[in-house]
């Protein structure tokens, strides 16, 4: 297997845009979102998972040795998702508090004690626990990231404490996490206990690494067989409400990694071309900014300038969204995640 995927980053770049669309979720009775597939499209947070994990384990399963190599890896997935968290993070708050008093207002009456708990929530990686959590975070997408952290944490602690067990303590995590999500009865867990949901995920990525870590597979065949499965699926636990039977998509998306890592098929092409690498590239910045901007644009489209709410306007402002949103996480790509990190890892010995 070779040392990156790209059509892996092609994949994750189609899903932050697919996120979008499902919080696109004022208009629940416009047809943009009221079908099953966008309906379901949160499940594509699962994707993001599953190849957090892939991704890691490919990368430091072998490298984690002593107490020093631990915080270093912790160090760099810290500058990777710290800087733009607070970004995000301080722009939803002086927006909410520019907005509490003016026509522009999203939320009201929530104050500045909520958004500094919240906040704080956010910052220190708990939008997912219940330590500080269960909270709605300002920037309502970050309880995930919070679930990333908790994952390179349990991850790098199993790598250096259990060395020769590590792939048993990963799947007994595995299994615990499967097992409290059908105790609770709700598969899509977020403000609270989100960070399970993440685990689970993450150690599927694990086991799919190790399956790919020496073996090569040629699966081009299988490309557009798994697409169809995997809307299929999707399609049937909408239908159905078999809301814990969503607990099969992190072994579906699993499997979608398998595939498109082993293939050079056409829909491996596509997403190694050149639009699509770049979504890929910049994903973190829009899954971090979708919010802000769709709160933006349907507040200036619907409130400001009061256009009918029509399923063309609904269409005008989803697109508005894509775009906008795709536009400004290329700024917040280079300044914030790429030089801001850049400015950290060298001035922090």
């Given at each position: 297997m070779k040392n990156r995927v790209e059509q892996l980053d092609g994949l994750r770049g189609i899903f932050a845009v697919l996120v979008i669309a499902h919080h696109h979720n004022a208009f629940k009775e416009s047809i943009l979102y009221n079908n099953f597939f966008v309906i379901n499209a949160s499940l594509f947070v699962d994707f993001f998972f599953v190849l957090s994990g892939f991704v890691i384990a490919f990368n430091y399963v072998d490298r984690i040795h002593s107490a020093g190599d631990f915080f270093t890896f912790l160090k760099k997935r810290f500058i990777r998702l710290f800087p733009l968290l607070f970004y995000t993070e301080v722009v939803f708050v002086i927006a909410n508090l520019?907005?509490?008093?003016?026509?522009?207002?999203?939320?009201?009456?929530?104050?500045?004690?909520?958004?500094?708990?919240?906040?704080?929530?956010?910052?220190?990686?708990?939008?997912?626990?219940?330590?500080?959590?269960?909270?709605?975070?300002?920037?309502?997408?970050?309880?995930?990231?919070?679930?990333?952290?908790?994952?390179?944490?349990?991850?790098?602690?199993?790598?250096?404490?259990?060395?020769?067990?590590?792939?048993?303590?990963?799947?007994?995590?595995?299994?615990?996490?499967?097992?409290?999500?059908?105790?609770?009865?709700?598969?899509?867990?977020?403000?609270?206990?989100?960070?399970?949901?993440?685990?689970?995920?993450?150690?599927?990525?694990?086991?799919?690494?190790?399956?790919?870590?020496?073996?090569?597979?040629?699966?081009?065949a299988f490309e557009i067989p798994f697409l169809l499965l995997m809307v299929a699926a999707m399609y049937i636990?909408?239908?159905?409400?078999?809301?814990?039977?969503?607990?099969?998509?992190?072994f579906i998306f699993s499997v979608g990694i398998i595939i498109f890592a082993s293939s050079t098929g056409i829909v491996t092409?596509?997403?190694?071309?050149?639009?699509?690498?770049?979504?890929?590239?910049?994903?973190?910045?829009?899954?971090?900014?979708?919010?802000?901007?769709?709160?933006?644009?349907?507040?200036?489209?619907?409130?400001?300038?009061?256009?009918?709410?029509?399923?063309m306007m609904f269409a005008i402002s989803l697109t508005s969204s894509i775009g906008l949103t795709i536009f400004y996480s290329h700024f917040t790509y280079e300044f914030i995640e790429m030089r801001v990190g850049k400015f950290l890892r060298n001035n922090w010995g």
């Open positions: 520019l907005g509490e008093h003016s026509p522009m207002k999203n939320v009201g009456g929530l104050g500045l004690t909520y958004y500094l708990y919240t906040s704080f929530d956010t910052l220190t990686f708990m939008g997912s626990s219940t330590v500080f959590g269960a909270w709605i975070s300002n920037n309502y997408p970050s309880w995930s990231i919070s679930a990333e952290m908790i994952s390179y944490i349990v991850f790098g602690l199993v790598v250096l404490l259990l060395a020769k067990f590590k792939y048993g303590a990963f799947a007994v995590i595995g299994l615990a996490s499967a097992l409290f999500i059908c105790s609770r009865g709700e598969y899509l867990l977020a403000y609270d206990y989100g960070y399970v949901r993440g685990l689970l995920c993450f150690a599927l990525g694990i086991f799919t690494e190790r399956i790919l870590r020496k073996r090569n597979f040629q699966l081009s636990v909408h239908h159905w409400e078999l809301n814990l039977w969503k607990l099969m998509f992190p092409q596509i997403l190694n071309s050149g639009p699509f690498q770049y979504l890929g590239k910049i994903s973190y910045s829009i899954y971090l900014n979708h919010a802000i901007v769709l709160i933006f644009v349907n507040i200036i489209l619907f409130r400001l300038l009061k256009l009918p709410e029509t399923e």
